[in-house]
Protein backbone atom coordinates (compact mmCIF):
# COMPACT_ATOMS: atom_id res chain seq x y z
CA UNK A 1 0.00 0.00 0.00
CA UNK A 2 1.22 3.91 -0.81
CA UNK A 3 2.54 5.58 2.04
CA UNK A 4 0.52 8.28 3.32
CA UNK A 5 1.87 11.76 2.40
CA UNK A 6 1.29 15.52 3.30
CA UNK A 7 -0.87 18.44 2.02
CA UNK A 8 2.31 20.33 0.37
CA UNK A 9 1.79 24.38 0.99
CA UNK A 10 2.84 26.74 -1.53
CA UNK A 11 5.81 27.06 0.42
CA UNK A 12 6.81 23.67 0.00
CA UNK A 13 6.24 23.64 -3.82
CA UNK A 14 8.17 26.43 -3.95
CA UNK A 15 11.49 24.51 -1.94
CA UNK A 16 10.71 21.12 -4.20
CA UNK A 17 11.32 23.74 -7.76
CA UNK A 18 14.29 24.80 -6.51
CA UNK A 19 13.01 28.13 -4.75
CA UNK A 20 13.82 29.00 -1.12
CA UNK A 21 11.02 29.97 1.64
CA UNK A 22 11.61 32.21 4.24
CA UNK A 23 13.12 29.40 6.35
CA UNK A 24 11.71 25.75 7.02
CA UNK A 25 11.43 22.85 9.34
CA UNK A 26 14.24 20.44 9.62
CA UNK A 27 17.46 22.17 11.03
CA UNK A 28 19.50 20.09 13.53
CA UNK A 29 17.88 20.10 17.48
CA UNK A 30 19.61 21.78 19.60
CA UNK A 31 21.68 19.96 21.83
CA UNK A 32 20.63 18.62 25.35
CA UNK A 33 23.17 21.50 26.84
CA UNK A 34 21.32 24.16 25.37
CA UNK A 35 19.31 26.48 27.71
CA UNK A 36 17.54 28.03 24.85
CA UNK A 37 15.20 25.25 23.64
CA UNK A 38 12.33 23.34 25.33
CA UNK A 39 11.63 21.02 22.38
CA UNK A 40 8.88 18.23 24.44
CA UNK A 41 7.80 17.32 27.01
CA UNK A 42 10.32 17.41 29.77
CA UNK A 43 12.96 19.39 27.71
CA UNK A 44 14.49 16.70 25.40
CA UNK A 45 13.73 13.53 22.98
CA UNK A 46 14.67 11.19 25.90
CA UNK A 47 12.36 13.23 28.35
CA UNK A 48 15.19 13.36 31.17
CA UNK A 49 14.19 16.44 32.41
CA UNK A 50 17.60 17.84 33.08
CA UNK A 51 18.91 21.46 32.55
CA UNK A 52 22.04 20.66 33.33
CA UNK A 53 24.11 23.94 33.32
CA UNK A 54 21.49 26.48 34.52
CA UNK A 55 22.76 30.35 34.00
CA UNK A 56 23.36 31.30 37.53
CA UNK A 57 23.25 35.04 35.86
CA UNK A 58 19.50 34.55 35.86
CA UNK A 59 19.44 36.05 39.38
CA UNK A 60 18.96 39.20 37.22
CA UNK A 61 16.64 37.83 34.96
CA UNK A 62 13.90 39.96 32.93
CA UNK A 63 10.41 41.07 34.64
CA UNK A 64 7.53 38.89 35.27
CA UNK A 65 5.14 38.87 33.13
CA UNK A 66 1.45 37.25 32.96
CA UNK A 67 -0.88 36.87 29.83
CA UNK A 68 -4.41 37.05 30.03
CA UNK A 69 -6.48 35.73 26.95
CA UNK A 70 -10.14 35.74 26.52
CA UNK A 71 -11.07 32.28 26.02
CA UNK A 72 -13.33 29.78 27.51
CA UNK A 73 -10.80 26.84 27.80
CA UNK A 74 -7.99 25.77 29.51
CA UNK A 75 -4.52 26.01 27.54
CA UNK A 76 -2.49 22.73 26.70
CA UNK A 77 -0.66 21.24 29.39
CA UNK A 78 2.72 20.53 27.86
CA UNK A 79 4.31 23.72 26.47
CA UNK A 80 7.21 24.15 24.09
CA UNK A 81 9.80 26.78 23.39
CA UNK A 82 11.81 27.60 20.47
CA UNK A 83 13.82 30.87 19.01
CA UNK A 84 13.02 33.11 22.05
CA UNK A 85 8.70 31.71 21.47
CA UNK A 86 6.69 30.00 24.13
CA UNK A 87 4.23 28.01 22.19
CA UNK A 88 0.76 27.18 23.83
CA UNK A 89 -2.70 25.52 22.86
CA UNK A 90 -5.87 24.53 23.62
CA UNK A 91 -8.54 23.13 21.63
CA UNK A 92 -8.78 25.13 18.26
CA UNK A 93 -6.32 27.22 19.13
CA UNK A 94 -2.61 27.93 19.03
CA UNK A 95 -0.93 30.65 20.85
CA UNK A 96 3.18 31.95 20.22
CA UNK A 97 3.71 34.05 22.95
CA UNK A 98 7.07 36.47 22.92
CA UNK A 99 9.05 35.38 25.62
CA UNK A 100 10.24 38.62 26.60
CA UNK A 101 7.50 40.63 26.01
CA UNK A 102 4.92 38.41 27.44
CA UNK A 103 2.21 39.56 24.31
CA UNK A 104 1.19 37.01 21.46
CA UNK A 105 3.03 36.98 18.72
CA UNK A 106 0.82 35.33 16.46
CA UNK A 107 -1.98 32.58 16.34
CA UNK A 108 -3.65 29.61 14.61
CA UNK A 109 -7.09 27.96 14.77
CA UNK A 110 -7.94 24.82 13.54
CA UNK A 111 -12.08 24.44 13.53
CA UNK A 112 -14.65 22.94 11.03
CA UNK A 113 -18.19 23.22 10.87
CA UNK A 114 -20.78 20.29 12.08
CA UNK A 115 -23.76 19.01 10.47
CA UNK A 116 -25.90 21.95 12.62
CA UNK A 117 -23.41 24.78 11.03
CA UNK A 118 -21.54 25.32 14.14
CA UNK A 119 -18.05 26.31 13.87
CA UNK A 120 -16.59 23.02 16.38
CA UNK A 121 -13.04 23.03 17.46
CA UNK A 122 -10.31 20.33 16.80
CA UNK A 123 -9.04 18.88 20.47
CA UNK A 124 -5.18 19.72 20.82
CA UNK A 125 -3.23 16.69 21.09
CA UNK A 126 0.73 16.96 21.58
CA UNK A 127 3.08 19.88 20.68
CA UNK A 128 6.45 19.76 19.93
CA UNK A 129 9.56 21.69 17.83
CA UNK A 130 12.87 21.69 15.90
CA UNK A 131 13.61 25.07 16.41
CA UNK A 132 12.29 26.15 13.20
CA UNK A 133 8.56 24.83 13.25
CA UNK A 134 6.40 23.90 15.43
CA UNK A 135 4.42 20.65 15.21
CA UNK A 136 0.71 19.92 16.79
CA UNK A 137 -1.55 16.98 15.96
CA UNK A 138 -5.12 17.83 16.09
CA UNK A 139 -7.93 15.63 16.52
CA UNK A 140 -11.56 15.40 15.39
CA UNK A 141 -13.14 12.64 17.36
CA UNK A 142 -11.36 10.24 15.68
CA UNK A 143 -11.83 12.32 12.22
CA UNK A 144 -9.96 14.23 10.16
CA UNK A 145 -6.94 14.14 12.46
CA UNK A 146 -4.09 15.85 11.35
CA UNK A 147 -0.09 16.57 12.71
CA UNK A 148 0.19 20.29 11.11
CA UNK A 149 3.65 21.89 11.11
CA UNK A 150 3.96 25.75 11.32
CA UNK A 151 6.97 28.27 11.22
CA UNK A 152 8.04 29.40 14.50
CA UNK A 153 8.31 32.88 12.94
CA UNK A 154 4.81 33.10 12.38
CA UNK A 155 4.75 32.01 8.30
CA UNK A 156 2.03 29.69 6.94
CA UNK A 157 1.37 26.11 7.38
CA UNK A 158 4.95 23.99 6.44
CA UNK A 159 2.90 20.87 5.99
CA UNK A 160 0.23 18.73 6.95
CA UNK A 161 0.06 15.05 7.69
CA UNK A 162 -3.32 13.13 7.50
CA UNK A 163 -4.26 10.04 9.90
CA UNK A 164 -7.34 7.87 10.47
CA UNK A 165 -7.24 8.50 13.98
CA UNK A 166 -5.53 11.05 17.21
CA UNK A 167 -1.67 11.14 16.73
CA UNK A 168 -0.27 9.75 20.02
CA UNK A 169 2.80 11.33 20.18
CA UNK A 170 5.64 13.79 18.37
CA UNK A 171 8.86 13.31 19.07
CA UNK A 172 11.64 15.30 16.94
CA UNK A 173 15.12 14.32 17.05
CA UNK A 174 18.02 15.78 14.93
CA UNK A 175 16.64 15.98 11.44
CA UNK A 176 13.62 13.42 11.90
CA UNK A 177 10.25 13.88 13.43
CA UNK A 178 8.46 10.55 14.96
CA UNK A 179 5.67 9.65 15.77
CA UNK A 180 3.28 7.54 16.52
CA UNK A 181 -0.75 7.44 14.57
CA UNK A 182 -3.28 5.03 13.36
CA UNK A 183 -3.28 5.15 9.35
CA UNK A 184 -5.33 3.31 6.94
CA UNK A 185 -2.64 -0.01 7.50
CA UNK A 186 -2.99 0.16 10.95
CA UNK A 187 -1.47 1.33 14.12
CA UNK A 188 2.36 2.66 12.99
CA UNK A 189 5.73 4.34 14.21
CA UNK A 190 6.48 6.95 11.28
CA UNK A 191 9.43 8.82 10.70
CA UNK A 192 8.94 12.12 8.51
CA UNK A 193 11.42 14.56 7.09
CA UNK A 194 10.18 17.84 9.07
CA UNK A 195 10.96 19.95 6.17
CA UNK A 196 8.60 18.17 4.18
CA UNK A 197 6.25 16.26 5.53
CA UNK A 198 7.13 13.06 3.32
CA UNK A 199 7.08 9.68 4.90
CA UNK A 200 10.95 8.40 5.50
CA UNK A 201 9.57 4.59 6.95
CA UNK A 202 6.84 3.70 9.21
CA UNK A 203 6.37 0.34 11.29
CA UNK A 204 3.80 -1.52 13.34
CA UNK A 205 3.71 -0.78 16.58
CA UNK A 206 1.72 -2.12 19.20
CA UNK A 207 0.86 0.71 21.47
CA UNK A 208 -2.00 2.53 23.32
CA UNK A 209 -3.86 5.28 21.68
CA UNK A 210 -1.69 8.69 23.53
CA UNK A 211 1.39 5.97 23.80
CA UNK A 212 4.79 7.58 25.29
CA UNK A 213 7.71 7.83 22.66
CA UNK A 214 11.51 8.62 24.13
CA UNK A 215 14.83 8.58 21.97
CA UNK A 216 18.56 7.85 23.09
CA UNK A 217 21.77 6.64 21.34
CA UNK A 218 20.01 5.60 18.08
CA UNK A 219 16.72 3.86 19.84
CA UNK A 220 13.02 4.64 19.69
CA UNK A 221 11.20 3.60 22.94
CA UNK A 222 7.35 2.91 23.36
CA UNK A 223 4.62 0.77 25.34
CA UNK A 224 1.45 0.60 26.77
CA UNK A 225 -0.29 -1.09 29.60
CA UNK A 226 -2.66 -4.03 28.48
CA UNK A 227 -5.33 -4.06 30.70
CA UNK A 228 -8.58 -5.83 28.54
CA UNK A 229 -9.83 -6.99 32.15
CA UNK A 230 -9.24 -4.00 33.90
CA UNK A 231 -7.41 -5.76 36.61
CA UNK A 232 -4.97 -3.89 38.86
CA UNK A 233 -2.27 -6.36 37.65
CA UNK A 234 -1.59 -6.52 34.21
CA UNK A 235 1.21 -6.68 31.68
CA UNK A 236 2.92 -3.32 30.70
CA UNK A 237 4.43 -3.67 26.86
CA UNK A 238 7.74 -2.13 26.34
CA UNK A 239 9.38 -1.88 22.99
CA UNK A 240 12.34 -0.86 20.72
CA UNK A 241 12.76 0.37 17.49
CA UNK A 242 16.07 1.22 15.52
CA UNK A 243 15.64 4.79 14.73
CA UNK A 244 17.06 4.55 11.08
CA UNK A 245 14.94 2.43 9.66
CA UNK A 246 12.52 1.39 12.14
CA UNK A 247 12.87 -2.26 12.91
CA UNK A 248 12.01 -3.55 16.55
CA UNK A 249 14.65 -3.78 18.23
CA UNK A 250 13.13 -5.74 20.84
CA UNK A 251 9.82 -6.08 22.80
CA UNK A 252 10.02 -7.00 26.67
CA UNK A 253 6.45 -7.60 28.85
CA UNK A 254 6.68 -6.90 32.41
CA UNK A 255 4.46 -8.00 35.14
CA UNK A 256 2.67 -5.45 37.52
CA UNK A 257 0.38 -2.92 39.66
CA UNK A 258 -2.27 -2.06 36.51
CA UNK A 259 -4.41 1.04 36.27
CA UNK A 260 -5.58 2.77 39.05
CA UNK A 261 -8.45 5.49 40.30
CA UNK A 262 -6.28 8.33 39.43
CA UNK A 263 -5.07 7.32 36.12
CA UNK A 264 -8.44 6.35 35.23
CA UNK A 265 -9.77 9.93 35.85
CA UNK A 266 -6.57 11.36 34.13
CA UNK A 267 -8.06 8.99 30.72
CA UNK A 268 -11.81 10.08 31.14
CA UNK A 269 -10.96 13.66 30.94
CA UNK A 270 -8.36 13.25 27.98
CA UNK A 271 -5.35 13.22 29.63
CA UNK A 272 -3.54 10.43 28.51
CA UNK A 273 -3.32 8.42 31.68
CA UNK A 274 -2.45 5.12 32.51
CA UNK A 275 0.43 4.69 30.30
CA UNK A 276 3.91 4.61 31.64
CA UNK A 277 6.32 7.84 31.25
CA UNK A 278 9.14 6.60 29.80
CA UNK A 279 12.89 8.36 30.27
CA UNK A 280 15.86 7.13 28.32
CA UNK A 281 19.14 7.92 29.32
CA UNK A 282 22.42 6.64 30.04
CA UNK A 283 21.62 3.55 28.90
CA UNK A 284 19.06 2.85 30.56
CA UNK A 285 14.97 3.16 30.05
CA UNK A 286 12.87 4.02 33.42
CA UNK A 287 9.16 4.07 33.97
CA UNK A 288 6.71 3.50 36.06
CA UNK A 289 4.04 0.39 36.44
CA UNK A 290 1.18 1.80 38.53
CA UNK A 291 0.97 1.97 41.73
CA UNK A 292 3.81 1.63 43.60
CA UNK A 293 7.05 0.12 40.98
CA UNK A 294 9.56 2.29 39.01
CA UNK A 295 11.55 -0.20 36.61
CA UNK A 296 14.75 0.61 34.96
CA UNK A 297 15.22 -1.57 31.72
CA UNK A 298 19.03 -2.15 29.76
CA UNK A 299 17.93 0.10 26.88
CA UNK A 300 20.43 -2.59 24.61
CA UNK A 301 17.84 -5.77 24.85
CA UNK A 302 15.47 -4.83 27.30
CA UNK A 303 16.58 -6.82 30.05
CA UNK A 304 15.52 -5.99 33.43
CA UNK A 305 18.08 -3.68 35.37
CA UNK A 306 16.38 -3.09 38.28
CA UNK A 307 12.84 -2.23 40.19
CA UNK A 308 11.95 -0.69 43.54
CA UNK A 309 8.64 -0.26 44.97
CA UNK A 310 7.37 3.37 45.45
CA UNK A 311 4.76 4.54 48.29
CA UNK A 312 2.23 2.06 48.90
CA UNK A 313 -1.35 3.11 47.77
CA UNK A 314 -0.61 5.30 45.45
CA UNK A 315 -3.52 4.64 42.58
CA UNK A 316 -0.88 6.52 39.88
CA UNK A 317 1.21 5.69 37.08
CA UNK A 318 1.83 9.48 36.61
CA UNK A 319 5.47 8.41 37.29
CA UNK A 320 7.89 10.78 35.51
CA UNK A 321 11.56 10.10 36.49
CA UNK A 322 13.77 12.75 35.79
CA UNK A 323 17.47 11.51 35.53
CA UNK A 324 20.73 13.82 35.96
CA UNK A 325 24.22 12.03 35.76
CA UNK A 326 24.13 9.64 38.28
CA UNK A 327 20.55 9.52 39.93
CA UNK A 328 16.93 9.15 38.71
CA UNK A 329 14.16 11.32 40.77
CA UNK A 330 10.57 10.01 40.57
CA UNK A 331 7.72 12.47 42.37
CA UNK A 332 4.72 10.07 43.88
CA UNK A 333 1.76 11.70 45.18
CA UNK A 334 3.13 12.52 48.70
CA UNK A 335 6.54 11.57 48.52
CA UNK A 336 10.18 12.67 46.16
CA UNK A 337 12.44 9.48 46.46
CA UNK A 338 15.91 10.35 44.51
CA UNK A 339 17.30 7.32 43.01
CA UNK A 340 20.85 5.76 42.20
CA UNK A 341 20.13 5.22 38.34
CA UNK A 342 22.57 1.99 38.16
CA UNK A 343 21.46 0.50 41.01
CA UNK A 344 17.66 1.44 42.19
CA UNK A 345 19.31 2.00 46.08
CA UNK A 346 17.20 5.16 47.34
CA UNK A 347 19.95 7.80 48.19
CA UNK A 348 16.89 9.93 49.79
CA UNK A 349 13.52 10.78 50.23
CA UNK A 350 11.38 13.51 50.69
CA UNK A 351 7.83 12.76 52.64
CA UNK A 352 5.48 15.78 51.98
CA UNK A 353 4.77 16.57 48.54
CA UNK A 354 1.46 17.31 47.81
CA UNK A 355 1.00 16.20 44.39
CA UNK A 356 -2.91 15.48 43.49
CA UNK A 357 -4.57 12.40 43.17
CA UNK A 358 -7.23 12.88 40.44
CA UNK A 359 -4.15 14.60 38.45
CA UNK A 360 -1.30 11.77 38.41
CA UNK A 361 0.51 13.30 35.11
CA UNK A 362 3.17 16.00 36.45
CA UNK A 363 6.24 16.26 35.52
CA UNK A 364 9.07 17.59 37.58
CA UNK A 365 12.39 19.05 36.01
CA UNK A 366 16.33 19.12 37.52
CA UNK A 367 17.26 22.80 37.31
CA UNK A 368 21.25 23.01 37.79
CA UNK A 369 21.16 21.10 41.61
CA UNK A 370 17.42 22.08 42.04
CA UNK A 371 14.85 19.62 41.46
CA UNK A 372 11.14 21.69 41.10
CA UNK A 373 8.20 20.01 41.31
CA UNK A 374 4.96 21.04 40.68
CA UNK A 375 2.28 20.31 43.51
CA UNK A 376 -1.72 21.14 43.50
CA UNK A 377 -1.18 25.32 44.09
CA UNK A 378 2.84 25.42 44.58
CA UNK A 379 6.45 24.48 43.19
CA UNK A 380 8.07 22.83 45.40
CA UNK A 381 11.76 22.75 45.34
CA UNK A 382 14.49 20.22 46.83
CA UNK A 383 17.93 20.50 47.00
CA UNK A 384 18.92 17.89 44.53
CA UNK A 385 21.88 16.27 46.56
CA UNK A 386 19.97 15.85 50.22
CA UNK A 387 16.40 16.16 49.13
CA UNK A 388 16.16 18.93 51.85
CA UNK A 389 13.46 21.59 50.84
CA UNK A 390 14.51 24.77 49.42
CA UNK A 391 11.29 26.48 49.28
CA UNK A 392 7.80 26.28 48.30
CA UNK A 393 6.52 28.96 45.88
CA UNK A 394 2.96 29.68 45.24
CA UNK A 395 2.43 32.64 42.51
CA UNK A 396 -0.99 31.91 42.18
CA UNK A 397 -2.09 32.64 45.08
CA UNK A 398 -5.14 29.54 45.55
CA UNK A 399 -4.50 29.11 41.46
CA UNK A 400 -3.63 25.60 40.20
CA UNK A 401 -0.17 24.85 39.14
CA UNK A 402 0.37 24.08 35.76
CA UNK A 403 1.71 20.34 35.49
CA UNK A 404 4.15 20.86 32.94
CA UNK A 405 6.96 23.26 34.11
CA UNK A 406 9.11 24.82 31.41
CA UNK A 407 12.33 26.87 32.19
CA UNK A 408 14.47 28.40 29.46
CA UNK A 409 17.45 31.52 30.21
CA UNK A 410 16.33 31.16 33.89
CA UNK A 411 12.76 31.92 33.53
CA UNK A 412 10.20 29.33 34.43
CA UNK A 413 7.22 29.78 32.02
CA UNK A 414 3.80 27.75 32.50
CA UNK A 415 0.26 28.26 30.60
CA UNK A 416 -2.49 27.59 34.00
CA UNK A 417 -6.19 27.84 32.91
CA UNK A 418 -7.06 30.51 30.51
CA UNK A 419 -3.58 32.45 30.99
CA UNK A 420 0.39 32.16 30.58
CA UNK A 421 2.63 32.94 33.40
CA UNK A 422 6.71 34.02 33.40
CA UNK A 423 8.47 34.32 36.77
CA UNK A 424 12.20 34.43 37.54
CA UNK A 425 12.89 32.20 40.46
CA UNK A 426 16.51 33.53 42.25
CA UNK A 427 16.58 30.30 44.15
CA UNK A 428 16.77 28.03 41.77
CA UNK A 429 20.59 29.67 40.71
CA UNK A 430 21.55 30.28 44.09
CA UNK A 431 25.22 28.27 45.18
CA UNK A 432 24.15 25.28 47.08
CA UNK A 433 26.03 25.87 50.43
Given at each position: ????G??????????????????????????N?????????????????????????A????????L????????????????????????????????????????????T????????????????????????????S???????????????????????????A???????????A?L?????????????????????????????????D???F????????????????L?A??A???????K??V???????????????????????L?????????????A??Y????????????????????????????????????????VT???A???????????????????????????????????????????A????????????????????????????????????????P???????
Amino acid sequence: MAERGPRWSRRQFLAACGATPFGGCGSVLPGNDSESAWVTVQRDPGHTGFLPDADRSARDAPAEWDLETDRDGLFHRRPVFADGTLFVASDGELYAVDAEAGSVAWTRQRKTTNADGERVPFHVGELATDGDCVFVAWSLSGANDVLAAYPVDGGETQWEFETNTNVGAVLPVADTLYLVATLPEGQRLVALDPATGQTRWQSRVDVATHPPLAYADGTLFSGRYRDEQESFTGTWVLQAFDADGGERRWKRDVTGYGVGTGDRLARFFGLGGGEPNLTAADGRVYFGTGPAELYALDAADGTVRWSYALEEGNTSTGHAPVVDDDTVYVANLSTVTALDAATGTQRWQYEDARIPFDDPQRYPVLVGDTLLVPEQVTWLALDAATGEERFRYGPYGDGLVGPAPLVVDGVLYTPVGDSVYAFAVPELFRDSE
